[in-house]
Each structure stands twice: as structure tokens, then as C-alpha cells.
């Protein structure tokens, strides 16, 4: 049973922006930490960002002033806003919420950026 739904990419030109969503099936606030990781052809998984619990934020040098981690506890969704988009964040991206119980992925969006 997939747990989470990512939604959202697409295909842009480098400047523009897109905004993810991370749908839960679980409260949200029940996960430890979610993150937002992605996967370039050739290339291992990264942590582009993450979002504690407290609601604390961390990102990858690469993205920070770019993209921004938000939530909606009431929807259980959690948001990954990307601006300035550039052709190397082409990727595919993953939400991943993880507790002491739990380590969870979505099925992964695809996000291309090029002119």
C-alpha cells in the first residue's frame, strides 16, 4: 500500500518553477523527519531538503534560496518549492518520511528542466 503520493513535476525552462506535493496516508507529524531527495540518470539519490518534526528546514548547498520545504498537517502534505529552476536539478524526485518505526518512499516525480 503506497503510503506516499508525490505530485507535480513537469517539464520547464531554466528560471521557471514548480511546486511538489508529498501526499501522506500517515499524520505527517507522526513521521520524525521528511525529506525531499532526488535521482539524476547515472547519479546516486541525493537530500535536496528536509523538514523535522519541530518544523525545522535543511538543505542541500546547491538548492538553498531556490527551493523551500512547507507543510499542511491539516492535509497531511508536505511541499517542496522549487524557483530558479536549472537544468541540473533534472531529476527525479522522491519524498521520504522516515520515524523510529518507519522509512518510507513515494514512487517518485519527474522533474525536467531545459529549453
Known amino acids: 500500500q503506497v503510503q506516499l503520493v508525490e505530485s507535480g513535476g513537469g517539464l520547464v525552462q531554466p528560471g521557471e518553477s514548480l511546486k511538489l506535493s508529498c501526499s501522506s496516508r500517515?499524520?505527517?507529524?507522526?513521521?520524525?523527519?521528511m525529506g525531499w531527495y532526488r535521482q539524476a540518470p547515472g547519479k546516486q539519490r541525493e537530500l535536496v531538503g528536509s523538514i523535522t518534526k519541530d518544523g525545522v528546514t535543511n538543505y542541500k548547498d546547491s538548492v538553498k534560496g531556490r527551493f523551500s520545504i512547507s507543510r499542511d498537517s491539516a492535509k497531511n502534505e508536505v511541499y517542496l518549492q522549487m524557483n530558479g529552476l536549472k537544468p541540473e536539478d533534472t531529476a527525479i524526485y522522491y519524498c521520504?518520511?522516515?520515524?523510529?518505526?518507519?522509512?518510507?518512499w513515494g514512487q517518485g516525480t519527474q522533474v525536467t528542466v531545459s529549453s
Open positions: 500517515k499524520n505527517i507529524l507522526d513521521f520524525g523527519l
Open positions: 521520504n518520511g522516515k520515524s523510529l518505526f518507519w522509512d518510507l
